[in-house]
């Protein structure tokens, strides 16, 4: 087989791969495809708890520091913020504008798991399977039925992260340090602090493993 040839049906293979993530994400939401709306609970009380932070952006031009919509009063970068400087969230990030939610949730979600999955090196049919699995998750339905989208996005990136920093550790350091600071990026850009620290002590403690066994063999 020639290398043409090679590139060419492993091109194919990942077009087969996304768009089976995508046919087992359309089938899922097919409402979503018939003109129906998913109503989400927490996204109707987003949009009023923000009223406030988008009154004040849209009457001086600036971003409030302090909402009092949501909890008795909480700072607004919490809830919604207008950073100057979020060059990968406005670029690579709007191509999870490319299909609307939910569909695009589950079909990130999935992508994003297969996509980690090559990178710790696992074999692209099993990574597949995890992909499926991940994509697939009770919780992530419960969240995207009630409107946490801010946590679906930061449980999208976070697998992507950890990928990256992994890659940095086992593969080639500045590919891998390229690819963690990339995905981190978009991980912050979420918003959603809670799911970035959980996948941060998922983080440490694969670090402090391959220290561990790094130090064994005598390779720190």
Request: glycine share 8%; hydrophobic share 55%.
């Amino acid at each position: 087989m020639s290398l043409k040839s090679q590139y060419v049906k492993k091109f194919l293979a990942i077009l087969g791969t996304l768009f089976l993530f995508f046919v087992v994400s359309a089938l899922y939401f097919a409402p979503q495809l018939a003109g129906d709306k998913l109503i989400q609970h927490d996204v109707q009380q987003y949009e009023g708890m923000s009223k406030d932070i988008l009154d004040n952006r849209e009457a001086t031009g600036e971003d409030a520091q302090w909402t009092g919509g949501m909890f008795g009063g909480m700072p607004a970068f919490l809830i919604n913020v207008k950073y100057p400087a979020q060059a990968v969230k406005g670029t690579i990030g709007k191509i999870s504008t490319i299909v609307d939610i939910p569909i695009s949730l589950m079909f990130f979600a999935m992508t994003a798991m297969w996509v980690a999955m090559l990178l710790f090196g696992v074999n692209p049919w099993i990574g597949i399977i995890a992909a499926l699995a991940y994509g697939l998750s009770t919780y992530f339905l419960l969240i995207i039925g009630a409107g946490h989208i801010t946590k679906m996005w930061a449980v999208v990136y976070a697998p992507l992260m950890v990928a990256g920093c992994y890659y940095t550790l086992r593969k080639n350091v500045w590919v891998g340090a390229a690819l963690t600071a990339l995905f981190t990026s978009l991980e912050i850009g979420a918003n959603h602090p809670q799911i970035s620290y959980y996948f941060l002590l998922v983080m440490v403690a694969m670090w402090l493993s391959e220290a561990f066994y790094a130090h064994r063999q005598k390779l720190m």
